[in-house]
C-alpha cells in the first residue's frame, strides 16, 4: 500500500514538473528584428560651383590683345616736324611697325630731349589727354606691319639765352610698355625750356588731328 501510495507521489511530482517546465517555456519570446526591406540608394549632390565676381580695376590699364606688345626692337622712330605759334610749338613723331607681325600700343611715350651731342637734356614731361588741337584720348591700337601710330610733344617756347632754355637737337623715345628706347634727330632743332607735355599716340602716321 505505502508502495502505491510512493508510486502516485512520484508521478505527481513528475507531472507537476512537466507543467512547470511547460509554462517556463511558454514565458520565452524570441526576438526577430525586422527587415529594413530594400536600401535605397545614396544620392550624392555636387555644390554648386562658386561664381567670383571681379570688380573692375578702376585704373587705366591696357586692354588684352592677342598680339606682342610694340617694342623698341620692332619699331623705328621719325620726327614728322613741327606746328605752334609764338610761345608754344608742337612736335610731331611717328612710331612704325618695322616688323613682319603685328602689335599693340596703348598709352604715353616716355621722352627725353638729346643736345647735339647726343647727350640728355633736362626733361621734365607731363603726360596730357587735351593740347593745343583739343582732346588727345587713350586708345587701345593694333599695328599691322609697315604702318604706324604717331604721337604730339608739347614744348613752351623760350629764347635761347634764357635760363633753362636750350635749344633740342634730338629726342629719345621709349615706346609705352617698354624700357628700351629709339632716337630720332630734329634737324631744325626745337627750343625748349626742360618741359614737355606727351599726348598718348594715335592711329596713323599723322600726330595732328
Known sequence: ???????????MLALSAALLLAACGG???????????PTAPATTRSAPA?????????T????????SLCRASDLQLSFIG???ATGHGLLGFTLTNATS??????????I????????????VTTRSTHDFFGAAPLQALMVAPRT????????????????GCTTAAGISVVPPGDTSSLHAAMPQGAYECGTATVSPVRPGRSAYP
Not at 148 to 163: A, D
Open 112 to 123: 627725353q630731349f638729346l643736345n647735339r651731342s647726343g647727350r640728355p637734356l633736362p626733361t
Open 27 to 37: 514565458s520565452t519570446k524570441t526576438t526577430t528584428s525586422a527587415s529594413a526591406g
Open 148 to 163: 604706324s601710330v604717331s604721337f604730339r610733344v608739347g614744348v613752351t617756347h623760350g629764347i635761347v639765352s634764357s635760363t
Open 101 to 110: 607681325r603685328p602689335c599693340h600700343a596703348y598709352g604715353f611715350p616716355g
Open 50 to 58: 562658386a561664381t567670383t565676381h571681379t570688380a573692375a580695376s578702376s
Open 1 to 11: 500500500m505505502r508502495g502505491e501510495t510512493r508510486s502516485v507521489k512520484a508521478m
Open 82 to 84: 613741327g606746328q605752334g
Open 60 to 67: 587705366t590699364v591696357a586692354p588684352q590683345s592677342s598680339s
